[in-house]
């Protein structure tokens, strides 16, 4: 599986769109990036997937550069309750039974 | 649907003595993961069930380490002769491969201390 690359921590102001990155040079042409969180003393959460293009949900939107070894994860309007680790994971198929968690970002929203 | 729910939440045990963890996935997912995480570091993959036959097992998951899921629905994570270096919070998912998002459904995690 590619390996991804994500910065350990970041700070963002509460209100504000947060713009996490992460890095998968090696990823190859059939590998979905997926983006979980988990919140202190929880499980991990789904947030967004994607292959080659942007995608939107409730929760976030998924920017996937073109050669796809890079993508951003937004939270449009950051809140306290968005205070958690993010891991970007770059998975070989849709439904592949495992996924292979880093290290991930720490996010702290600050009021 | 009331999620994947784990039990206990919390375990404290001394060195030496066995442990079982249970998981209740969300019941139409037939396929039940089990995770181990350490202090500031993320999840890492143990086992993998598919209904009941275990499919795959992580090398982290040593001869002390037992997982089962005899009717395909709950799972049992058995712990023996625990260390200290098995403090850790374990973790279980759930997903159906019919989903369009290929998402896992985490539970709480089991917390286990050994003293």
């Known amino acids: 599986d590619a390996k991804t690359t994500q910065p350990p921590s970041m700070d963002c102001a509460e209100g504000r769109a947060a713009n996490l990155p992460c890095n998968h040079s090696t990823i190859s042409g059939n590998e979905y990036v997926y983006w979980y969180r988990q919140i202190h003393s929880q499980g991990p959460q789904y947030i967004i997937h994607?292959?080659?293009n942007n995608e939107t949900n409730e929760m976030a939107s998924l920017i996937i550069t073109e050669d796809r070894k890079s993508s951003t994860l937004i939270l449009p309007h950051a809140t306290l309750r968005d205070t958690a680790v993010y891991y970007c994971?770059?998975?070989?198929?849709?439904?592949?039974?495992?996924?292979?968690f880093g290290a991930g970002t720490t996010v702290t929203v600050r009021a | 649907d009331t999620g994947v729910s784990q039990d206990p939440r919390h375990k404290i045990t001394k060195r030496g003595q066995n442990v079982t963890f249970r998981c209740d996935p969300i019941?139409?997912?037939?396929?039940l993961y089990w995770y181990r995480q350490t202090l500031g570091q993320g999840p890492e993959f143990l086992t993998y069930?598919?209904?009941?036959?275990?499919?795959?097992k992580s090398r982290l998951l040593s001869d002390r380490f037992s997982a089962e899921r005899p009717k395909g629905s709950f799972s049992t994570l058995e712990i023996q002769r625990t260390e200290q270096g098995d403090s850790a919070m374990y973790l279980c998912?759930?997903?159906?491969?019919?989903?369009?998002?290929?998402?896992?459904?985490f539970g709480e995690g089991s917390r286990l201390t050994v003293l």
């Open positions: 998912a759930s997903s159906s491969p019919g989903g369009n998002t290929g998402e896992l459904f």
């Open positions: 019941s139409e997912h037939n396929r």
């Open positions: 069930f598919q209904n009941e036959a275990q499919l795959e």
């Open positions: 994971i770059v998975r070989p198929r849709l439904n592949d039974y495992k996924l292979s």
């Open positions: 994607g292959l080659k």
